[in-house]
């Protein structure tokens, strides 16, 4: 059996259900904005990470692609939107789509400022090393987010970046190209995993962002 690293698991698992919690949370903070309440009377408008989770996807296979150290992404439960309640339908529906993948990016531009400010401990010898876990953490919120952003940017329903490209479309080619790529959404992305095209899509856009951050 491999040894684990659990600091490393445990820092990841974090900042990943952080991520996650954040995302879906400005999905659903945007959809209230914009006029309907769906999500926030479910109590979705929240930090607290319980009322996010899905067990299989913030869960158990983040767990085991950490631990296994396979580039697969973890989701919560998706935020319900009522596109008829949103002042300007498909236009704010985009709005709520783009939040998410936003929301990411705006942490890992934070993580990146606070990393940038970090002062290296210990000054003298003897002293407990604090920066050394603070910075492994703000580094690992830069990629997740980085990460996070991109890959929900693939424009492949149920993802955002397929609702996003759905809302931008005519009505009537939205309409079509949804019902055409929401039914294979999951197969599609998993083909993607299976055939490495994640690395062609995820991988260059995430690298350039990075570059920018770091």
């Known amino acids: 059996m491999p040894d684990i690293d659990f600091a490393r698991v445990f820092i990841t698992f974090i900042v990943l259900l952080f991520s996650l919690t954040v995302h879906e949370s400005a999905?659903?903070?945007?959809?209230?904005?914009?006029?309907?309440?769906?999500?926030?009377?479910?109590?979705?408008v929240s930090l607290n990470p319980v009322v996010h989770a899905d067990l299989v996807g913030t869960v158990l296979f983040p767990l085991l692609a950490i631990i296994g150290n396979i580039p697969l992404i973890g989701w919560a439960k998706p935020v319900p939107v009522n596109v008829r309640n949103l002042k300007n339908g498909r236009r704010d529906y985009v709005l709520?789509?783009?939040?998410?993948?936003?929301?990411?990016?705006?942490?890992?531009?934070?993580?990146?400022?606070?990393?940038?400010?970090?002062?290296?401990?210990?000054?003298?010898?003897?002293?407990?090393n604090v920066s050394a876990p603070i910075a492994a953490l703000l580094s690992t919120a830069i990629l997740t987010n980085v990460l996070l952003a991109v890959f929900n940017m693939i424009p492949i329903p149920p993802l955002d970046g397929g609702n996003v490209l759905g809302g931008l479309l005519p009505r009537s080619l939205g309409a079509k190209y949804d019902a055409l790529m929401r039914p294979y959404g999951f197969i599609l992305l998993y083909a993607l995993l299976l055939t490495r095209g994640f690395d062609y899509l995820v991988i260059p856009p995430a690298r350039f962002l990075l570059s920018w951050l770091q």
């Open 27 to 44: 999905h659903a903070w945007t959809a209230s904005r914009l006029g309907d309440p769906t999500a926030r009377r479910l109590g979705r």
């Open 96 to 128: 709520v789509a783009a939040a998410g993948p936003a929301s990411n990016l705006v942490l890992a531009v934070l993580s990146s400022m606070v990393l940038g400010l970090l002062t290296v401990s210990p000054m003298r010898v003897g002293e407990p």
